[in-house]
């Protein structure tokens, strides 16, 4: 693509396809409810497609992709005044589709992605685009439309969260003969 041209909607249609998965598993970071992923990645699609004018070509479009889920998605909790307590997907639902189900690293994962998803909503947000999606602290910063100091604020209070979690011992029982 050049600089001086719009992206065109078969050229929107295209990028879409390619990211469909990551958008849907930042739908589900976002909302925990598969049903509501679903709509938010619907509706993602839609208003791409309708505001493709609006991407900046020679930028990364899976950003824009996903600046353009969570803005959505904050519209949602706005129009709907928070969605609290609906339908959340244990992490065990997250999951591939594993035949050793009692696979080390697959329990493993499965505790990490627990105490991911017991953080709060905007440290694990942050977690999610900088660790799984591989942005830049600054394009996680853009994408959430916040400071790039908040995204590092954020960061540094989930590894403590998640780093206090793993080196904290389960209470010593007593043993009674």
């Keep these: 693509m050049t600089e001086d041209r ?7 249609r295209q ?10 598993r930042y739908a589900m970071v976002l909302s925990r409810n598969k049903d509501v992923a679903e709509e938010l990645v619907q509706s993602t699609c839609v208003r ?6 609006q991407y900046t070509p020679g930028t990364r479009i899976d950003r ?6 969570h ?6 909790l706005r129009a709907q005044r928070v969605r609290m307590g609906q339908g959340f997907v244990e992490s065990d639902e997250l999951l591939a ?4 189900q009692h696979n080390e690293q697959r329990m493993q994962y499965a505790k990490v992605m627990q105490r991911v998803g017991q953080l709060p ?16 602290y600054q394009e996680a910063a ?15 209070a989930a590894r403590t969260t998640l780093a206090s979690a793993v080196t904290a011992r389960p209470a010593v029982q007593e043993k009674r003969l």
């Design 15 to 24: 990028h879409l396809a390619a990211h469909l998965t990551r958008m849907w």
């Design 48 to 53: 791409a497609l309708e505001r493709s004018a």
């Design 97 to 100: 589709p594993d035949h050793q």
């Design 121 to 136: 909503e905007a440290q694990r947000n942050a977690v999610f685009l900088v660790y799984v999606e591989g942005f830049t």
């Design 71 to 76: 803005s959505v998605w904050i519209n949602e």
């Design 6 to 12: 719009n992206i065109t909607s078969t050229e929107v």
């Design 64 to 69: 824009w992709l996903f600046t353009v889920l």
């Design 142 to 156: 853009d994408t959430l439309a916040v400071p790039i100091g908040t995204i590092m604020s954020r960061l540094a």
